[in-house]
T-cell receptor
Framework: AQTVTQSQPEMSVQEAETVTLSCTYD???????LFWYKQPPSRQMILVIR??????QNATENRFSVNFQKAAKSFSLKISDSQLGDTAMYFC????????????FGTGTRLQVTL | NAGVTQTPKFQVLKTGQSMTLQCAQD?????MYWYRQDPGMGLRLIYY???????DKGEVPNGYNVSRLNKREFSLRLESAAPSQTSVYFC????????????????FGPGTRLTVL
């Protein structure tokens, strides 16, 4: 079974600064995907970024980027130029490749962006 | 496109009552999922349906049943609600059947907040 660990329950960052959220995972699989989802106060789960394990290049989406270290089983999220709208819970998630695409989530990191 | 929709948004039940949570998607996705979210925990998979006509248990299936009514709709039923089932329930869908080398991203509905007294 896979496990996903987010060791930072809460973090705070000032507007326009950069913050990195940590995520580690444990798996014996070689082919898998990793995701970061954002959950603002509205409760909606929003996909932020995804990474295929077979790709060495780190994924980027505008101000969001990841540092994927496959050997270390680490998948951190960097948010650059933080904005007030980035305030949310952030969940790291793991998916084994295949047709039954089940997600395993971490416990989340609550990010507060302040003025 | 509405994406994934869930009804109701809020529900309060008494212990022992039954109810069905409805989920529908308009993205022509093959796979659908039900998760629950409890305080201090990530989402946990209750049941999923890899394709129309199939359903399988997830991590926490006890006390729930599901029906994949058609390709669009996937319902979750609580036959006899218990206080331990107080939670926020999320439905999600994905294309599915994409093979080992394609990312299968899940898209989530807005959630249903259920309280069992």
């Amino acid at each position: 079974a896979q496990t996903v660990t987010q060791s930072q329950p809460e973090m705070s960052v000032q507007e326009a600064e950069t913050v990195t959220l940590s995520c580690t995972y444990d798996t014996s699989e070689n082919n898998y995907y990793l995701f970061w989802y954002k959950q603002p106060p509205s409760r909606q789960m929003i996909l932020v970024i995804r990474q295929e394990a077979y790709k060495q290049q780190n994924a980027t989406e505008n101000r969001f980027s990841v540092n994927f270290q496959k050997a270390a089983k680490s998948f951190s999220l960097k948010i650059s130029d933080s904005q007030l709208g980035d305030t949310a819970m952030y969940f790291c998630a793991f998916m084994k490749a295949g047709t039954a695409s089940k997600l395993t989530f971490g416990t989340g990191t609550r990010l507060q962006v302040t003025l | 496109n509405a994406g994934v929709t869930q009804t109701p948004k809020f529900q309060v039940l008494k212990t022992g009552q039954s109810m069905t949570l409805q989920c529908a998607q308009d993205m022509n996705h093959n796979s659908m999922y039900w998760y629950r979210q409890d305080p201090g925990m990530g989402l946990r998979l209750i049941y999923y349906s890899a394709s129309e006509g199939t359903t399988d248990k997830g991590e926490v299936p006890n006390g729930y049943n599901v029906s994949r009514l058609n390709k669009r709709e996937f319902s979750l039923r609580l036959e006899s609600a218990a206080p331990s089932q107080t939670s926020v329930y999320f439905c999600a869908s994905s294309e599915g059947n994409r093979g080992a080398w394609s990312t299968d991203t899940q898209y989530f509905g807005p959630g249903t907040r259920l309280t069992v007294l």
